[in-house]
């Protein structure tokens, strides 16, 4: 047996499935979106034996990208947690076969509560797809494998399917990179995410006016601890920024104390709105070799300066 070679073959009839479900997706995927967009109540997902494992990982999914879900299994829901289930849910049943015992047994309780039931099946004949208000089709020719017996094409069909519910609801709803950020705040992802603002949050924002002296610059740079001071206009607009740099070559260039900030700083300073990724701040201070950044709100009005040592110190690489 050529191991390599079959498990190529086991990772193409996958593929395979997924290309059916591809050309199969009708009008029934985007009822099921707009039904669970315009729910009142949170997503629940049932299912029983792998179809279970499945159901919760697009629980996950649904949660982190700002859909209210959550799991009931089936054999557990016939047994008194039932209870999870309020009126305006909607109830997401996943089945293979759609014949399910402990899940057909739900359907006239879910009925009687009045939920709205949408039904992954792999047999749009199945008693789940004809008692659901809407249907999603994932049925396969065959399970890679052997026998045609264990659990592959069918449960990959079914993770991807609600992926791309996932994603539509995400989509749909703006569910914006921040908005995921304060979701996964730990570990390696929770790192990517965090924004400027909450790096430079309990910053002292140093600035002078641009006709601030030579020595209230210097002043200013030493009380932000920041290596910068931003310069402004008599509007409180950003015309510049100073450098620690900017001082030393003033310095070995015999700069009058006696010029103001206007004629020391630099006119073009980078900046970066606050609440855009750390990660993008960092990409921006590499390629134009710089520590600093000046930080702004939405009005574009001057916030922060923020570091490269300060989004080191957060784990951002």
């Known amino acids: 047996m050529d191991i390599i070679e079959y498990g190529k073959k086991i990772i193409a009839a996958e593929i395979h499935s997924i290309e059916n479900m591809l050309n199969s997706l009708d009008e029934n995927f985007e009822k099921a979106v707009q039904m669970i967009l315009n729910a009142k109540g949170k997503v629940v997902i049932c299912g029983i034996g792998k ?26 829901a016939i047994h008194g947690d039932l209870g999870l289930l ?60 052997e026998y045609n017996l264990a659990p592959t094409s069918s449960t990959t069909c079914q993770l991807v399917l609600g992926d791309a519910l996932a994603m539509c609801l995400m989509k749909l709803k703006k569910f914006t990179a921040t908005d995921f950020g304060n979701f996964h705040p730990g570990g390696a992802l929770g790192k990517k995410l965090i924004t400027i603002k909450q790096i430079c949050r309990s910053h002292h924002a140093p600035f002078v006016f641009d006709d601030a002296t030579f020595k209230n610059s210097i002043v200013e740079i030493s009380k932000g601890r920041l290596g910068a001071v931003a310069v402004l206009n008599q509007e409180k607009k950003i015309v510049g920024i100073i450098t620690d740099g900017d001082i030393r ?34 990409e921006m201070m590499n390629q134009k070799n710089i520590n600093q950044l000046l930080v702004i709100n939405q009005q574009r009005e001057y916030q922060a300066i923020v570091h490269l040592h300060d989004i080191l110190k957060e784990g951002v690489v």
């Open 86 to 145: 309020q009126q305006q849910d909607i109830v997401l049943l996943i089945s293979k076969s759609g014949e399910s015992n402990e899940m057909v047994y739900l359907l006239p309780r879910l009925k009687a509560f009045g939920n709205t039931i949408i039904s992954m099946v792999g047999n749009v004949d199945s008693t789940l797809a004809k008692q659901a208000d809407c249907v999603l089709n994932t049925s396969i020719e065959s399970e890679a494998g």
């Open 249 to 282: 070559r003033a310095f070995e260039n015999a700069y009058s104390m006696d010029k103001n900030a206007a004629s020391l700083m630099n006119q073009h300073p980078q900046i970066i709105q606050e609440n855009e990724l750390a990660s993008v701040g960092l």
């Open 51 to 76: 179809s279970a494992v499945i159901g919760k990982k697009i629980v996950a999914t649904l949660n982190s990208t700002g859909t209210h879900a959550a799991f009931l299994h089936a054999a557990d």
